[in-house]
Nanobody
Framework: QVRLAESGGGSAQAGGSLRLSCAGF??????????MAWFRQPPGEGREPVAG???????DYVDSVKGRFTISKDNAKNTLYLQMNSLKPEDTAMYYC??????????????????WGRGTQVTVSA
């Protein structure tokens, strides 16, 4: 059974940086193709996409984080990352990682993913 565990959340000031990690258990990225992504849920709002990455390394980002966030993965460590720079108060949210076996066409579509972590909180102060 595949399980995802996020870490690295916390508090930061506007303009600062944080790096999120998502460790995958029960999957082997070096042998099986997975699409993975980060989503976030701001307080009182629905879950929204942030960035995604396919098994072949191609990526996609929502416009609001382009140029500030970078998604990457280490297949040998079965770990997904999200480097967040130039943070803004509107980046405050619970951040979730997600995975789906295969090469997804639409990386940023929430319904495409069948495995989710429990989330890690990111709070950015002005």
């Amino acid at each position: 059974q595949v399980r995802l565990a996020e870490s690295g959340g916390g508090s930061a000031q506007a303009g600062g940086s944080l790096r999120l990690s998502c460790a995958g258990f029960g999957l082997t990225l070096t042998r099986t193709a997975y699409s993975m992504a980060w989503f976030r849920q701001p307080p009182g709002e629905g879950r929204e996409p942030v960035a995604g990455i396919r098994a072949d390394g191609t990526t996609d980002y929502v416009d609001s984080v382009k140029g500030r966030f970078t998604i990457s993965k280490d297949n040998a460590k079965n770990t997904l990352y999200l480097q967040m720079n130039s943070l803004k108060p509107e980046d405050t949210a619970m951040y979730y990682c997600a995975a789906r076996e295969g090469q997804l066409g639409r990386l940023l579509r929430l319904a495409n993913y069948d495995t989710w972590g429990r989330g890690t909180q990111v709070t950015v102060s002005a």
